[in-house]
């Protein structure tokens, strides 16, 4: 009790606090936008739930990783070197989820411009991506190994901007807790606009890309990554007013002054 106290009267514990419940919340939306398309693949009553468990898997991950700060530390001392560099176990990790994140992007797009690829059935063709078929326990299990990659890099980074334990507990809390509540509407969103699946997938594939070149040792400064992600979504945006405003207006509601009358009976 005395840590604690001790922690949260130091002014430099709360700016940490602040500044690292920020950071974990972007990290977090990494982890977002694969389990949002990944759960809209789902019938729509299984959903929810797979999203639960797998923000649920994300917070126990980090939590248990935190419990376990010495030993994430030294996931960072080299294992071995090839061509003067060295590769540690966090460097492995992030190397095998970029890859698994550029497989899984690419795979999805590929789903959805050539839907019926693998399934030339006229019940599938031009109705539904591929792979929409996937069970409930796959998707999960693609969830979970995508957080355990998120998580070491998320605990990664709370360590490197704070030495207070219980800060790092609660901003990664706080993080889950924002990630547990704009889930469902993100969720729906990227299933309502096809056009943002594919923004989407975009942007896995750059941070796929990015957890490679972090593992090959190529330091990408994430303000930059987020910055392209975040001028992306905007002019997305911009193309989405766009397109409504083209839209045709409604035909006036019947009884108004403009419908014709109705012939007598």
Do not use: C
């Given at each position: 009790?005395?840590?604690?106290?001790?922690t949260?009267?130091?002014?430099?514990?709360?700016?940490?606090?602040?500044?690292?419940i920020v950071?974990e919340?972007?990290?977090?939306?990494?982890?977002?936008?694969?389990?949002?398309?990944?759960?809209?693949?789902?019938p729509?009553?299984q959903?929810s739930?797979?999203?639960?468990?797998?923000?649920?898997g994300?917070l126990?991950?980090r939590?248990?990783?935190l419990g376990?700060?010495?030993f994430?530390?030294?996931?960072t001392s080299?294992?071995?070197?090839?061509?003067?560099?060295?590769?540690s176990?966090?460097?492995?990790?992030?190397?095998?989820?970029?890859?698994f994140?550029?497989?899984k992007?690419?795979k999805?797009?590929?789903g959805?411009?050539?839907?019926?690829?693998?399934?030339p059935s006229?019940t599938?063709?031009?109705?539904?991506?591929?792979?929409?078929?996937?069970?409930?326990?796959?998707?999960?299990?693609?969830?979970?190994?995508l957080?355990?990659?998120?998580?070491i890099?998320?605990?990664?980074?709370?360590?490197?901007?704070?030495?207070?334990?219980?800060?790092?507990?609660i901003?990664?809390?706080?993080?889950?807790?924002?990630?547990?509540?704009?889930?469902?509407?993100?969720a729906e969103?990227?299933?309502?606009?096809?056009?943002?699946v594919?923004l989407?997938?975009?942007?896995?594939?750059?941070?796929g890309?990015?957890?490679?070149a972090?593992?090959?040792?190529?330091?990408?400064?994430?303000?930059y990554?987020?910055?392209?992600?975040?001028?992306?979504?905007?002019v997305e945006?911009?193309?989405?007013?766009?397109?409504?405003?083209?839209?045709?207006?409604?035909?006036a509601?019947?009884?108004?002054?403009?419908?014709?009358p109705?012939s007598?009976?």
């Amino acid at each position: 009790m005395d840590y604690l106290v001790q922690t949260f009267t130091a002014p430099d514990a709360w700016a940490a606090l602040a500044a690292l419940i920020v950071m974990e919340v972007v990290l977090g939306i990494d982890n977002l936008i694969f389990i949002s398309i990944l759960t809209n693949k789902l019938p729509e009553h299984q959903r929810s739930s797979a999203r639960r468990i797998g923000i649920a898997g994300a917070l126990i991950l980090r939590l248990l990783l935190l419990g376990t700060i010495a030993f994430i530390v030294q996931l960072t001392s080299p294992l071995f070197t090839v061509f003067d560099h060295g590769f540690s176990v966090r460097d492995l990790i992030l190397i095998a989820g970029g890859l698994f994140l550029v497989w899984k992007a690419t795979k999805e797009i590929h789903g959805h411009i050539e839907p019926e690829a693998d399934d030339p059935s006229p019940t599938r063709r031009g109705k539904m991506p591929k792979g929409t078929g996937v069970g409930f326990a796959a998707v999960v299990t693609q969830i979970l190994i995508l957080d355990a990659v998120f998580s070491i890099d998320s605990i990664l980074t709370a360590v490197g901007m704070t030495d207070y334990l219980p800060v790092m507990f609660i901003a990664v809390i706080v993080a889950v807790i924002v990630m547990l509540i704009a889930a469902d509407p993100m969720a729906e969103f990227i299933r309502r606009h096809p056009t943002i699946v594919m923004l989407a997938l975009g942007f896995l594939l750059l941070i796929g890309t990015t957890l490679i070149a972090e593992g090959f040792g190529a330091h990408l400064p994430k303000g930059y990554i987020y910055a392209a992600m975040a001028f992306s979504a905007f002019v997305e945006a911009l193309n989405m007013m766009a397109r409504k405003s083209r839209r045709p207006k409604s035909h006036a509601a019947p009884g108004s002054a403009s419908e014709p009358p109705s012939s007598a009976s």
